[in-house]
Nanobody, 124 residues
Framework: QVQLVESGGGLVQAGGSLRLSCTAS????????MAWFRQAPGKEREFVLG????????NAADSVKGRFTISRDNAKNTVYLQMNSLKPEDTAVYYC?????????????????WGQGTQVTVSS
């Protein structure tokens, strides 16, 4: 069983930046794709960014393109979400997810492990 622990959330003003981290409990983290999802109150969980097993070939939701980036350090079993130019509509609980597939997809059903989530609040 792989456990994922997110950190780095908090309160930030619009236009600010945050970096989220997600650390896996086992080295098997490096075996598959990773992704970040988010869920705002009253809304469904939505895909934000994904990254391949190799660290390349990321794909992003249109709403965050040009503002958010994802990266991973397999040696540290950690994936990062750098969020810049934050907007109030980015307010949500952010979750990281791990898949055994090599390529990240937008479908949450292919992810086998999920973190507990970290709250990001962007004030206007």
């Amino acid at each position: 069983q792989v456990q994922l622990v997110e950190s780095g959330g908090g309160l930030v003003q619009a236009g600010g930046s945050l970096r989220l981290s997600c650390t896996a409990s086992k080295p098997t983290f490096s075996s598959g794709a990773m992704a970040w999802f988010r869920q705002a109150p009253g809304k469904e969980r939505e895909f934000v960014l994904g990254i391949r097993r190799s660290g390349g070939g990321t794909n992003a939701a249109d709403s965050v393109k040009g503002r958010f980036t994802i990266s991973r350090d397999n040696a540290k079993n950690t994936v990062y979400l750098q969020m810049n130019s934050l907007k109030p509509e980015d307010t949500a609980v952010y979750y990281c997810a791990a898949s055994q597939l090599a390529v990240a997809t937008m479908n949450p059903r292919v992810y086998d492990y999920w973190g507990q989530g970290t709250q990001v609040t962007v004030s206007s």
